[in-house]
């Protein structure tokens, strides 16, 4: 079975500075994909940064990017120069190729301060 | 092009009774994936409909039940309902898979509130 692990509950970050938040994960299949979504208080998640376990090159979207280490099982996601619009809970996905479902962490609320 | 919608956006039931909640998935999507997010968690899969047929199911018991229509949106019925139901149900639509895996476009959620 797949198991997602957030281990920070919470976190805040200054406004304009760099914040990473951690994620493990555990899978016995060799083709599997990372997600990190956010969630703010309107509650919609949205897609912030994917990346398939395949490719050994680290993933990036703007101000997000991931520190994927596959032996160690782990995808952590940096944000850089932090904007008060990033203020949300973030959850860390895991799904393999050809599966029907997503296995969620328990989240990492963040808040970013002005 | 239309996202994912859900309706409603807030309800509240008492324990025993039965709910409805619907989702219209986004346009050329054939795929529903319904989670249940209770307070200070992680969403939990509960089931997934492909083409109108159940397409796997998580760790619910059989009076979490759905159905998806010939348009691809799709119900979720909660039977005998229990405080333990309260959470956020998400709906999340997603087409067919080129990558993969089937990326999933979230709905903005229904609020459960079981007294």
């Known amino acids: 079975a797949q198991t997602v692990t957030q281990s920070q509950p919470e976190m805040s970050v200054q406004e304009a500075e760099t914040v990473t938040l951690s994620c493990t994960y555990d899978t016995s299949e060799n083709n599997y994909y990372l997600f990190w979504y956010k969630q703010p208080p309107s509650r919609q998640m949205i897609l912030v940064i994917r990346?398939?376990?395949?490719?050994?090159q680290n993933a990036t979207e703007n101000r997000f990017s991931v520190n994927f280490q596959k032996a160690a099982k782990s995808f952590s996601l940096k944000i850089s120069d932090s904007q008060l619009g990033d203020t949300a809970m973030y959850f860390c996905?895991?799904?393999?190729?050809?599966?029907?479902?997503?296995?969620f962490g328990t989240g990492t609320r963040l808040k970013v301060l002005a | 092009e239309t996202g994912v919608t859900q309706s409603p956006t807030h309800l509240i039931k008492t324990r025993g009774q039965q709910v409805t909640l619907r989702c219209s998935s986004q346009?050329?999507?054939?795929?529903v994936s319904w989670y249940q997010q209770a307070l200070g968690q992680g969403p939990q899969f509960i089931f997934q409909?492909?083409?109108?047929?159940?397409?796997g199911r998580g760790n619910f018991p059989p009076r979490f039940s759905g159905l998806q229509f010939p348009n691809y949106s799709s119900e979720l019925n909660v039977n005998a309902l229990e405080l333990d139901d309260s959470a956020l149900y998400l709906c999340a639509s997603s087409g067919t898979g080129t990558r993969g895996y089937n990326e999933q476009f979230f709905g903005p959620g229904t609020r459960l509130t079981v007294l």
């Open positions: 996905a895991c799904t393999t190729s050809g599966t029907y479902k997503y296995i």
């Open positions: 990346q398939e376990a395949y490719k050994q």
């Open positions: 346009s050329g999507h054939n795929t």
């Open positions: 409909y492909y083409r109108e047929e159940e397409n």
